[in-house]
């Protein structure tokens, strides 16, 4: 239940670490504009076209995890908050909308809605924040929006001729990627103190699980929906069972071979801050992914394009990696000698050119199967992302 004004909206150290559906509702959101970037990325495949979809999923993103660590910070269920979560729904649907227009002159309508988002969020934490006289939260509202300010400039102007000046918003998502790494230093403000990052409960943990696993569904909502529109047969059919089968085993990658991630008192607040990175090259794999299989569904034999053979075994090949930097960089167990099942897909590329397009996915789909069945070096028993608490 929702309770009236700005009461507790700093979330109590023992509330609940439970999702709220608003919560669940925005993942969805934001899950439908990553299957729009896989759909453009289908149709972009090149190198510039491909570092343009990726700095428009980057800012996606960025709109999700800072979104999702206020709900960490910020009791969900109060009013600010709820606000908070539906303007950045808002924001999504208006840059998913713009996603095909950006080069086509409408690229102020996802820079308004990028930066708006950030903007107003900040605007209405600060203000609820202030009344309540909790100065604490109130500073560290006011480094994100400082930030969000500084980028939003490059943002609005990079856009201000309709056309992308796509360096300007190159200095942007920096800006802002640069910024959260750096712990948002801001002047007469400082920087988030460390220990803000130690604060973290189950609940971002959840967070990030929840958004990754509907994430991976994308990789087979995208080529349902093109074999929906295609003569259906045999062919195509087993290609979207390659999805299928793709999909499961790099969840399987995300929920159960995640590895040690914590381990006790070593690099406190680590996997807080490393989180928002090591996902967003899990989530491009995820994009490229789930567009390989659209392209493979529209033609699964032939010869298979050296472009498409990039996305085909590049899009697993990321998520894994991400995984795998994710668990490095907050727990050093990582079986390495189990990657080596990635070279599989590698080691055929020189031939793959000539092969049909759903074989390549059958090689992809033996090296992950390979990469998920063998054992580690280490017990593997934490799932997903988990965040200890203090003390904990």
């Known amino acids: 239940m929702t309770t009236a004004g700005t009461a ?25 504009a990553l299957a729009l970037t896989s759909t453009l990325l289908t149709e972009n495949i090149s190198w510039s076209g491909g570092a343009k979809v990726l700095l428009m999923l980057t800012a996606i993103w960025w709109t999700w995890s800072v979104t999702s660590t206020t709900t960490e910070f910020y009791d969900p269920q109060q009013r600010p908050i709820q606000a908070i979560l539906m303007i950045a729904m808002v924001g999504s649907v208006g840059m998913a909308a713009s996603l095909p227009m950006v080069t086509d002159g409408h690229a102020m309508i996802f820079a308004v809605a990028y930066v708006g988002t950030h903007v107003l969020r900040g605007i209405i934490l600060i203000t609820s924040l202030y009344r309540q006289r909790h100065r604490a939260a109130t500073i560290r509202a006011s480094r994100f929006l400082f930030w969000f300010v500084v980028s939003g ?39 988030v103190p460390i220990d803000q990052y130690e604060r973290t409960t189950g609940h971002l943990g959840e967070r990030y699980q929840q958004f990754v696993i509907l994430a991976l569904g994308d990789i087979i909502l995208v080529p349902t929906m093109r074999v929906s529109r295609s003569d259906l047969d045999g062919i195509r059919i087993t290609s979207l069972f390659c999805a299928f089968a793709v999909m499961l085993l790099l969840w399987q990658v995300y929920v159960f071979r995640a590895g040690e991630l914590l381990e006790a008192g070593a690099r406190a607040g680590r996997p807080a801050r490393v989180a928002p990175y090591t996902h967003l090259v899990m989530l491009a794999g995820v994009v490229a992914t789930a567009a390989s299989f659209d392209l493979v569904v529209s033609q699964p034999t032939g010869t298979t394009p050296a472009r498409w053979l990039l996305l085909i075994v590049g899009g697993p090949a990321l998520f894994v990696v991400g995984r795998a930097l994710f668990t490095l960089l907050v727990s050093t167990n990582v079986p390495w000698w189990r990657m080596a099942c990635l070279v599989v897909p590698l080691l055929v590329l020189p031939w793959a050119g000539d092969w049909p397009p759903v074989l390549v996915v059958v090689a992809v789909a033996l090296g992950l199967t390979g990469h998920v069945l063998l054992p580690g070096a280490v017990r593997e028993t934490t799932p997903g992302l988990q965040m200890r608490r203090p003390g904990g």
Do not use: K, M, Q
């Open 8 to 32: 507790a909206l700093v979330r109590r150290p023992d509330g609940s670490t439970r999702a709220t559906l608003l919560e669940l509702l925005f993942d969805v959101v934001f899950v439908a």
């Open 153 to 191: 400039v490059f943002w609005i102007t990079g856009a201000a001729t309709g056309d992308v000046n796509w360096t300007l918003w190159t200095i942007a998502i920096v800006i802002d990627l640069l910024s959260a790494a750096a712990r948002y230093p801001t002047p007469w403000l400082g920087r």
